[in-house]
């Protein structure tokens, strides 16, 4: 099965840098590629997504990568303010198919002032 | 509006005694699935259903058990449970397998 990787496990930045998660995965027929976000006491929220179709995609400050050769793929964070400190979830999956969505451990993200 | 719902939200409970959570979807989503978050873990799956009656097991289905004899509503069984089963429990459900996961608000276990 699926297997995915998730670096660094936490990860401090300053208030306006760049942050940056990255995952690897194992199987390379995955072709879907979701971030969620988890904030302190909440449950997790879907934030951004890629297929393997496309290489990058942006949302205002967040953007995710994918480099289907290498198997991994990035979630980045740009001006970063304190709302975004939370856990960050990578996850992949094959879709189309009965496939579960294999999720990474996570990384505490703080933005600090 | 639309929601996923659990019950509990806290439980306290003691080595043994069967408890369920409940889990239960207003988006008529077939998808629903049981995940426990553990410190350096991640999210780990431990049971899902494709749609009412079919039910397969996850990652990490050993002492649980689960039910679909509605669409909207997946409870948790834990017959018998053991401290290594304290966690933080997540109900999803989606349209699909692979698609966007609607998380409920999560079960906060402790089994002494």
């Known amino acids: 099965g699926e297997n995915v990787e998730q670096h660094p496990s936490t990860l401090s930045v300053q208030e306006g840098d760049s942050a940056v998660i990255k995952c690897t995965y194992s199987d390379s027929a995955s072709n879907y590629f979701p971030w969620y976000k988890q904030e302190l006491g909440k449950r997790p929220q879907l934030i951004i997504d890629?297929?393997?179709?496309?290489g990058e995609k942006k949302d205002q400050r967040i953007a995710v990568t994918l480099n289907k050769t290498a198997k991994h793929f990035s979630l980045h964070i740009t001006e970063t303010q304190p709302e975004d400190s939370a856990v960050y979830f990578c996850?992949?999956?094959?879709?189309?198919?009965?496939?579960?969505?294999?999720f990474g451990t996570g990384t505490r993200l703080q933005v600090t002032l | 509006e639309a929601q996923v719902t659990q019950n509990p939200r806290y439980l306290i409970t003691v080595t043994g005694k069967k408890l369920t959570v409940t889990c239960s979807q207003n988006?008529?989503?077939?998808?629903m699935s049981w995940y426990r978050q553990d410190p350096g873990l991640g999210l780990r799956q431990i049971y899902y259903s494709m749609n009412v009656e079919v039910t397969d097991k996850g990652d990490v289905p050993e002492g649980y058990k689960v039910s679909r004899k509605e669409k909207r509503n997946f409870p948790l069984i834990l017959e018998s449970p053991s401290p290594n089963q304290t966690s933080l429990y997540f109900c999803?459900?989606?349209?699909?397998?692979?698609?966007?996961?609607?998380f409920g608000p999560g079960t906060r276990l402790t089994v002494l």
């Open positions: 890629i297929r393997s179709n496309v």
């Open positions: 988006m008529n989503h077939e998808y």
């Open positions: 996850a992949a999956t094959i879709t189309g198919t009965a496939s579960k969505l294999t």
């Open positions: 999803a459900s989606s349209t699909t397998s692979y698609g966007e996961q609607f």
